[in-house]
C-alpha cells in the first residue's frame, strides 16, 4: 500500500507537486479572515439567491417581467415547423408584446410609451430565451424601424407615423443594408433626389447591387419602411440621409407601384423572420417625409443641416441607432447562459466510464477536461454579463440625456462597438463547446443548442460585422492615443501605475514587470500566485493594449506625410495587428467590469456579498484573467512580460481553477435565473439523473442478488 497525503482536490504531492502547490495556494485564498469580523475562516460558498438577484442588475425588475412573459408556452419557439408556419408563428407574438406593452418602453410619453430606454433593451434581449427570431423581429419592428422614426424623425413623424408602428398596425423594414454595401453605409447605392416642381422625393435604386437586402419584415408583413438613401438636391449629394417610404398596399399585400422585391428564402437561422429584398423605380414622397432631424429640405430644395461636417453629420445619425448592438451584446449573454445552464447540469448527471471505481461511472463534470473546456466559458459569461450592465447604463445615461455629448455618445459607440463583437463570438464558442460536451443528446434539436446556435450564426455580422466594429475601436483608441487614454471612467484603458521599486526594470511601454528573478526561484504556487492578485493582473492586461496600440501607432505615423492610396495601403498592411489591439481593449473592458462587480468602483464590495461568495466569484475572475494571459501567452513571452517557467504555471494555474470552480458550477448557472420553462432541454430536465439513478439502482440490486454474469477478465483470474 503506498503512502500517499492527498489534499481536498485529490491530487498526489508526490506525483504532481506544482498541482498540489497551487492547490494549496487556493486553499489559502479561501481561508482568508472574515471581512465582517476580521477573525475565522471562509467557506467557499455560492448564494445563489443573491447572485441572482445581483446578476439581475439594474432593471431586474423588467428583466423578470419579461422572463415571466418568455415562459408563456404560446411565446415559445415550436422546433421543427416549416418557414411559413414559424413566420406566422413569430408575427402571432408580435401582437402578443403589443399587448403585454413592454416594447413601447423607450418610446416618448406623449405617445403612449415610458421614456425608458435602459428598461426597454434589458426586457427586449431577454426574449432570446423564447425564440431568437421573436427577438430579432420585434427589434426591427420596434428597435430599428420604430427608434429610427424616433430618433432621426421630429414631432410631426412622431405625432404621424409612431402611433401606428407601436401598435403593429404598420409593420415596417430597416433598409439600410444593400446587396452590394453591408458594413459601409456611406456608400449605399440608393437615391433621395429632391424635385422641387412637385415637392417630392424621388426614390431609386439605380443597379442590382443597391438593392435593399437582408430586411426583417421586407418579404411579406412590412407595409412601410425607413428607407436609407443618397439625399440630392440642387444636384448636390448631401450624403445618407432617411425616409419613410410606404411600400405594401394594407389592404392586400401587394406592393404599390415603382416598387418589387424578393424573399430572401430558408436562411441558416432565424426562420421564423421574413427577409428580404426591395427595389426602387421612380417611386415618389412627399418632401414631409425627410426624417429630418439632422438634415432638411426647404420646398424650393435648399438644404440645411445643424451639423456643418458631413461626415460628423452621418455619424450622428448612425450612432443615435448604436441601441442595435448594446441589445445584440445582451441577448448573447443571455444565449451563452442558457447553453452553460444545460452543458453544466448534464455534465453534472451524466456518468460516462468507470475510471475510479469498479461499479460505479464517472459524473462528466469531475474529468479535468470536462471541467477546462466548460469552466472558462462560465468565467467569460460572467465577464461578459457584468460588462453589458455597464454598457447598458452607458446606454440609459446618453438617450436619458443625463450624459447626452458629444463625447458620451462617442465613449457609447466605442463601447457598444467592442463588446458586441467579443459577447456574440463567445456566444458562438459557448454553444459549441455546450453542444460537444452533451454529445449525440446536444445535437438533438429538443435540447435547444444547435438552434441557438444556427440562429445566433448571423449575430457576429449583424448590426454591423465583428471585425469592422473593432476597427471602429482601434481607430478610436489611435486617435485617443496623444491624450494618453483618458477614458478611465469604466476602465477604458487604465493606466496601471506601479511605484518603482529595487530590481524591477521598465520595459519599453514605460511599465515596469514583475520581479520575476526573484519569484521564479520560489515555488509554482508563490511564482504564479502573484498574477492572482488583481492588480497584476490589470498590469500585465493594460500593458499589452497600451504597447500594442503604441507600435501600430507608430508603425501608422507615416501615413499622414502619404497620398491616400499609399496611406491605405498601409493602414491594411497593419490591419490584423489594428483589429488584434482593439480586440485585447474590449478583454479588458470585461475584466475591469467583473473586477469591479466584486471589489466596487471604490474598493467597497456590493452590499450583501458574503464572503464566501466573494471568494468562488473571485476564482471566477482569476480564471477569466488568467485565461486571457494563457490565449496571449506568446504575446507576454516574445514581449518579456512574462518568464518560461511563470508562463508555463499559467496553463496549469487555470486548470486547478476550474477544479476548484467545478462543486460551484450549478450554483453558479442556477444563478442565472432561467428556470425549466426558460431552458425548455429535455437532457437539463432531471431525466438524464433519473436514467443514472435507475442504471445504478439495477446494478446495486444485481450484484446484492448475485445475478449479474461474472466478467470475462475476472473468471480468467480465479481460473
Same mark, same amino acid.
Request: glycine share 10%; proline share 3%; hydrophobic share 40%.
Given at each position: 500500500?503506498?503512502?500517499?497525503?492527498?489534499?481536498?482536490?485529490?491530487?498526489?504531492?508526490?506525483?504532481?507537486?506544482?498541482?498540489?502547490?497551487?492547490?494549496?495556494?487556493?486553499?489559502?485564498?479561501?481561508?482568508?479572515?472574515?471581512?465582517?469580523?476580521?477573525?475565522?475562516?471562509?467557506?467557499?460558498?455560492?448564494?445563489?439567491?443573491?447572485?441572482?438577484?445581483?446578476?439581475?442588475?439594474?432593471?431586474?425588475?423588467?428583466?423578470?417581467?419579461?422572463?415571466?412573459?418568455?415562459?408563456?408556452?404560446?411565446?415559445?419557439?415550436?422546433?421543427?415547423?416549416?418557414?411559413?408556419?414559424?413566420?406566422?408563428?413569430?408575427?402571432?407574438?408580435?401582437?402578443?408584446?403589443?399587448?403585454?406593452?413592454?416594447?413601447?418602453?423607450?418610446?416618448?410619453?406623449?405617445?403612449?410609451?415610458?421614456?425608458?430606454?435602459?428598461?426597454?433593451?434589458?426586457?427586449?434581449?431577454?426574449?432570446?430565451?423564447?425564440?431568437?427570431?421573436?427577438?430579432?423581429?420585434?427589434?426591427?419592428?420596434?428597435?430599428?424601424?420604430?427608434?429610427?422614426?424616433?430618433?432621426?424623425?421630429?414631432?410631426?413623424?412622431?405625432?404621424?407615423?409612431?402611433?401606428?408602428?407601436?401598435?403593429?398596425?404598420?409593420?415596417?423594414?430597416?433598409?439600410?443594408?444593400?446587396?452590394?454595401?453591408?458594413?459601409?453605409?456611406?456608400?449605399?447605392?440608393?437615391?433621395?433626389?429632391?424635385?422641387?416642381?412637385?415637392?417630392?422625393?424621388?426614390?431609386?435604386?439605380?443597379?442590382?447591387?443597391?438593392?435593399?437586402?437582408?430586411?426583417?419584415?421586407?418579404?411579406?408583413?412590412?407595409?412601410?419602411?425607413?428607407?436609407?438613401?443618397?439625399?440630392?438636391?440642387?444636384?448636390?449629394?448631401?450624403?445618407?440621409?432617411?425616409?419613410?417610404?410606404?411600400?405594401?398596399?394594407?389592404?392586400?399585400?401587394?406592393?404599390?407601384?415603382?416598387?418589387?422585391?424578393?424573399?430572401?428564402?430558408?436562411?441558416?437561422?432565424?426562420?421564423?423572420?421574413?427577409?428580404?429584398?426591395?427595389?426602387?423605380?421612380?417611386?415618389?414622397?412627399?418632401?414631409?417625409?425627410?426624417?429630418?432631424?439632422?438634415?432638411?429640405?426647404?420646398?424650393?430644395?435648399?438644404?440645411?443641416?445643424?451639423?456643418?461636417?458631413?461626415?460628423?453629420?452621418?455619424?450622428?445619425?448612425?450612432?443615435?441607432?448604436?441601441?442595435?448592438?448594446?441589445?445584440?451584446?445582451?441577448?448573447?449573454?443571455?444565449?451563452?447562459?442558457?447553453?452553460?445552464?444545460?452543458?453544466?447540469?448534464?455534465?453534472?448527471?451524466?456518468?460516462?466510464?468507470?475510471?475510479?471505481?469498479?461499479?460505479?461511472?464517472?459524473?462528466?463534470?469531475?474529468?479535468?477536461?470536462?471541467?477546462?473546456?466548460?469552466?472558462?466559458?462560465?468565467?467569460?459569461?460572467?465577464?461578459? $454579463?457584468? @460588462?453589458?450592465? #455597464? =454598457? &447598458? !447604463?452607458?446606454?440609459? *445615461?446618453?438617450?436619458? +440625456?443625463?450624459?447626452?455629448?458629444?463625447?458620451?455618445?462617442?465613449?457609447?459607440?466605442?463601447?457598444?462597438?467592442?463588446?458586441?463583437?467579443?459577447?456574440?463570438?463567445?456566444?458562438?464558442?459557448?454553444?459549441?463547446?455546450?453542444?460537444?460536451?452533451?454529445?449525440?443528446?446536444?445535437?438533438?434539436?429538443?435540447?435547444?443548442?444547435?438552434?441557438?446556435?444556427?440562429?445566433?450564426?448571423?449575430?457576429?455580422?449583424?448590426?454591423?460585422?465583428?471585425?469592422?466594429?473593432?476597427?471602429?475601436?482601434?481607430?478610436?483608441?489611435?486617435?485617443?492615443?496623444?491624450?494618453?487614454?483618458?477614458?478611465?471612467?469604466?476602465?477604458?484603458?487604465?493606466?496601471?501605475?506601479?511605484?518603482?521599486?529595487?530590481?524591477?526594470?521598465?520595459?519599453?511601454?514605460?511599465?515596469?514587470?514583475?520581479?520575476?528573478?526573484?519569484?521564479?526561484?520560489?515555488?509554482?504556487?508563490?511564482?504564479?500566485?502573484?498574477?492572482?492578485? $488583481?492588480? @497584476?493582473?490589470? #498590469? =500585465? &492586461? !493594460?500593458?499589452?493594449? *497600451?504597447?500594442?496600440? +503604441?507600435?501600430?501607432?507608430?508603425?501608422?505615423?507615416?501615413?499622414?506625410?502619404?497620398?491616400?492610396?499609399?496611406?491605405?495601403?498601409?493602414?491594411?498592411?497593419?490591419?490584423?495587428?489594428?483589429?488584434?489591439?482593439?480586440?485585447?481593449?474590449?478583454?479588458?473592458?470585461?475584466?475591469?467590469?467583473?473586477?469591479?462587480?466584486?471589489?466596487?468602483?471604490?474598493?467597497?464590495?456590493?452590499?450583501?456579498?458574503?464572503?464566501?461568495?466573494?471568494?468562488?466569484?473571485?476564482?471566477?475572475?482569476?480564471?477569466?484573467?488568467?485565461?486571457?494571459?494563457?490565449?496571449?501567452?506568446?504575446?507576454?513571452?516574445?514581449?518579456?512580460?512574462?518568464?518560461?517557467?511563470?508562463?508555463?504555471?499559467?496553463?496549469?494555474?487555470?486548470?486547478?481553477?476550474?477544479?476548484?470552480?467545478?462543486?460551484?458550477?450549478?450554483?453558479?448557472?442556477?444563478?442565472?435565473?432561467?428556470?425549466?420553462?426558460?431552458?425548455?432541454?429535455?437532457?437539463?430536465?432531471?431525466?438524464?439523473?433519473?436514467?443514472?439513478?435507475?442504471?445504478?439502482?439495477?446494478?446495486?440490486?444485481?450484484?446484492?442478488?448475485?445475478?449479474?454474469?461474472?466478467?470475462?477478465?475476472?473468471?480468467?483470474?480465479?481460473?
Amino acid at each position: 500500500m503506498t503512502n500517499t497525503i492527498e489534499n481536498t482536490q485529490g491530487i498526489d504531492p508526490k506525483a504532481d507537486t506544482d498541482a498540489a502547490r497551487i492547490d494549496s495556494e487556493l486553499d489559502a485564498s479561501a481561508r482568508l479572515p472574515k471581512r465582517a469580523t476580521g477573525s475565522g475562516v471562509v467557506v467557499a460558498r455560492t448564494d445563489v439567491e443573491w447572485l441572482g438577484r445581483y446578476l439581475l442588475g439594474t432593471w431586474a425588475e423588467v428583466r423578470l417581467a419579461a422572463r415571466e412573459l418568455t415562459a408563456r408556452p404560446e411565446m415559445q419557439r415550436i422546433e421543427g415547423q416549416s418557414v411559413d408556419e414559424h413566420r406566422e408563428r413569430v408575427f402571432g407574438q408580435l401582437k402578443l408584446l403589443v399587448e403585454d406593452g413592454q416594447v413601447h418602453r423607450a418610446f416618448p410619453k406623449s405617445v403612449g410609451g415610458e421614456d425608458d430606454h435602459g428598461g426597454n433593451i434589458a426586457g427586449f434581449e431577454e426574449l432570446v430565451t423564447a425564440d431568437p427570431s421573436l427577438q430579432i423581429k420585434s427589434g426591427v419592428q420596434w428597435g430599428l424601424f420604430g427608434a429610427a422614426v424616433l430618433h432621426l424623425g421630429t414631432e410631426y413623424h412622431h405625432r404621424t407615423f409612431l402611433p401606428g408602428i407601436m401598435s403593429l398596425e404598420v409593420p415596417g423594414a430597416f433598409a439600410m443594408t444593400e446587396t452590394g454595401h453591408g458594413s459601409d453605409v456611406a456608400a449605399i447605392g440608393t437615391t433621395a433626389t429632391y424635385d422641387e416642381a412637385t415637392g417630392e422625393f424621388v426614390i431609386d435604386t439605380p443597379f442590382r447591387g443597391a438593392w435593399k437586402d437582408y430586411l426583417g419584415n421586407a418579404a411579406k408583413h412590412g407595409i412601410a419602411a425607413v428607407l436609407f438613401a443618397q439625399l440630392i438636391t440642387k444636384n448636390v449629394n448631401h450624403g445618407v440621409h432617411a425616409f419613410y417610404v410606404p411600400i405594401r398596399d394594407a389592404a392586400t399585400g401587394e406592393f404599390l407601384p415603382g416598387i418589387g422585391g424578393e424573399d430572401d428564402g430558408l436562411k441558416g437561422g432565424l426562420n421564423g423572420i421574413d427577409n428580404g429584398r426591395l427595389h426602387f423605380d421612380g417611386v415618389r414622397i412627399p418632401r414631409e417625409n425627410l426624417l429630418n432631424r439632422y438634415g432638411d429640405v426647404s420646398a424650393d430644395g435648399e438644404y440645411s443641416s445643424s451639423i456643418a461636417s458631413p461626415g460628423r453629420r452621418f455619424f450622428t445619425m448612425l450612432g443615435t441607432l448604436v441601441q442595435g448592438r448594446v441589445s445584440l451584446d445582451g441577448a448573447s449573454v443571455a444565449a451563452a447562459k442558457i447553453a452553460l445552464t444545460i452543458a453544466v447540469t448534464y455534465g453534472n448527471e451524466r456518468r460516462q466510464f468507470t475510471a475510479g471505481s469498479d461499479t460505479d461511472e464517472e459524473v462528466l463534470l469531475d474529468y479535468q477536461l470536462h471541467q477546462k473546456r466548460l469552466m472558462p466559458k462560465l468565467a467569460t459569461t460572467y465577464a461578459a $454579463s457584468f @460588462a453589458h450592465e #455597464q =454598457l &447598458l !447604463t452607458k446606454f440609459d *445615461e446618453v438617450f436619458s +440625456g443625463v450624459a447626452d455629448t458629444d463625447e458620451g455618445r462617442q465613449d457609447l459607440e466605442t463601447l457598444a462597438a467592442a463588446l458586441k463583437p467579443l459577447s456574440t463570438w463567445h456566444a458562438l464558442d459557448t454553444l459549441q463547446e455546450a453542444r460537444e460536451a452533451c454529445g449525440g443528446a446536444g445535437f438533438l434539436a429538443e435540447n435547444r443548442l444547435v438552434g441557438l446556435r444556427a440562429d445566433l450564426d448571423v449575430y457576429a455580422t449583424f448590426e454591423g460585422d465583428n471585425h469592422v466594429l473593432l476597427q471602429l475601436v482601434a481607430k478610436r483608441l489611435l486617435s485617443d492615443y496623444g491624450r494618453r487614454f483618458a477614458k478611465a471612467d469604466f476602465g477604458v484603458l487604465a493606466r496601471y501605475v506601479v511605484e518603482q521599486a529595487a530590481g524591477r526594470t521598465v520595459n519599453g511601454s514605460g511599465l515596469r514587470s514583475f520581479a520575476q528573478t526573484v519569484a521564479d526561484l520560489g515555488s509554482t504556487a508563490r511564482s504564479v500566485g502573484q498574477l492572482r492578485e $488583481s492588480a @497584476a493582473q490589470r #498590469q =500585465l &492586461l !493594460t500593458d499589452r493594449v *497600451e504597447t500594442m496600440v +503604441g507600435e501600430v501607432a507608430g508603425k501608422l505615423r507615416p501615413a499622414a506625410k502619404l497620398s491616400k492610396k499609399d496611406a491605405a495601403d498601409l493602414f491594411n498592411l497593419h490591419q490584423s495587428e489594428i483589429i488584434e489591439a482593439a480586440r485585447a481593449h474590449a478583454e479588458l473592458l470585461q475584466w475591469e467590469a467583473f473586477t469591479e462587480a466584486i471589489e466596487g468602483s471604490d474598493g467597497t464590495s456590493p452590499d450583501g456579498l458574503d464572503d464566501g461568495t466573494r471568494v468562488v466569484l473571485t476564482w471566477l475572475r482569476d480564471l477569466f484573467g488568467l485565461g486571457l494571459i494563457e490565449k496571449h501567452l506568446a504575446w507576454y513571452l516574445m514581449n518579456g512580460r512574462l518568464s518560461p517557467s511563470r508562463a508555463r504555471a499559467v496553463g496549469l494555474y487555470t486548470e486547478r481553477l476550474s477544479a476548484r470552480l467545478r462543486p460551484h458550477a450549478q450554483d453558479l448557472v442556477n444563478a442565472f435565473g432561467y428556470g425549466p420553462e426558460h431552458i425548455r432541454a429535455s437532457i437539463a430536465s432531471g431525466a438524464e439523473k433519473a436514467r443514472q439513478s435507475e442504471a445504478r439502482e439495477y446494478y446495486k440490486a444485481a450484484r446484492a442478488a448475485g445475478t449479474l454474469p461474472v466478467e470475462e477478465k475476472k473468471q480468467k483470474k480465479t481460473s
